[in-house]
T-cell receptor, first 116, second 113 residues
C-alpha cells in the first residue's frame, strides 16, 4: 500500500517571501501521479499542482513549483511571492497510474499561515 | 451550477440514527469518489463509482456504510446505526475520466452526538 507523509504540521511565511512544504511517500510502483491540494476554511479541495512520475521535469504553475526527487521519494512544494490568500491547509497526495481507478492517498496536511 | 455540490452542508444526528449524504457531480463526469476527512487528518478514500457501478468500495470501513449512484450522476452515501466515530467531513469528487483531475465539493460535516 502507498503512504504519504507530511511531517510538518504547521508553517508560517512572511508575505512576499518563499516557503517550501515537504512531503515524502512510499510506493513500490514506478508510474504514478503526485499532487498538492489546497484546502481553505471553506473545506473545498483545490488542485494546486500535479506531477507525473515518468516526467523528469519538475511541474510549475505560476508561483507554485515542485521539487520531485523520485529516487528519494520526495515531493516538496515551493510557493514564491507568498500572498495572504495562500493561507490554508495543504495536502500532498498520491495516485496510481496503472490502478483500476485514480483514488487519492493523502498525507495529514500542513497548515500554512501568511504574515502580513 | 458549474461545480460539485453536496447536501446538506452540515448534519447533526444522534447515535444509532440513519443518515444520507448527497453528492451532485459536475455534469458529464463519469467518475465519482467519496472520501472521509476526520479532524486533523487528510481525506481517506471510501468508494469509487465509474458510471452507475461501484468499481472499488475497498475503503468503506464496515457494512454500515453504503453508497449508490443509480443513474450515473447523483450519488448518495448512506450510513446506518451511526456511531460517534463516524463524525467527520465527507467529501465527494468527480472527474471526467478515470484518470482525470478530480474536482471536489465543499463536503458535508457530519456530527454524531
Amino acid at each position: 500500500a502507498q503512504t504519504v507523509t507530511q511531517s510538518q504540521p504547521e508553517m508560517s511565511v512572511q508575505e512576499a517571501e518563499t516557503v517550501t512544504l515537504s512531503c515524502t511517500y512510499d510506493t513500490s510502483e514506478s508510474d504514478y501521479y503526485l499532487f498538492w491540494y489546497k484546502q481553505p476554511p471553506s473545506r473545498q479541495m483545490i488542485l494546486v499542482i500535479r506531477q507525473e512520475a515518468y516526467k523528469q521535469q519538475n511541474a510549475t504553475e505560476n508561483r507554485f513549483s515542485v521539487n520531485f526527487q523520485k529516487a528519494a521519494k520526495s515531493f516538496s512544494l515551493k510557493i514564491s511571492d507568498s500572498q495572504l490568500g495562500d493561507a490554508a491547509m495543504y495536502f500532498c497526495a498520491y495516485s496510481s497510474y496503472t490502478g483500476a481507478n485514480s483514488k487519492l492517498t493523502f498525507g495529514k496536511g500542513i497548515t500554512l499561515s501568511v504574515r502580513p | 451550477g458549474a461545480g460539485v455540490s453536496q447536501t446538506p452542508s452540515n448534519k447533526v444526528t444522534e447515535k444509532g440514527k440513519y443518515v444520507e449524504l448527497r453528492c451532485d457531480p459536475i455534469s458529464g463526469h463519469t467518475a465519482l469518489y467519496w472520501y472521509r476527512q476526520s479532524l486533523g487528518q487528510g481525506p481517506e478514500f471510501l468508494i469509487y463509482f465509474q458510471g452507475t457501478g461501484a468499481a472499488d468500495d475497498s475503503g468503506l470501513p464496515n457494512d454500515r456504510f453504503f453508497a449508490v449512484r443509480p443513474e450515473g450522476s447523483v450519488s448518495t452515501l448512506k450510513i446506518q446505526r451511526t456511531e460517534r466515530g463516524d463524525s467527520a467531513v465527507y467529501l465527494c469528487a468527480s472527474s471526467q475520466t478515470r484518470s482525470g483531475e478530480q474536482f471536489f465539493g465543499p463536503g458535508t460535516r457530519l456530527t454524531v452526538l
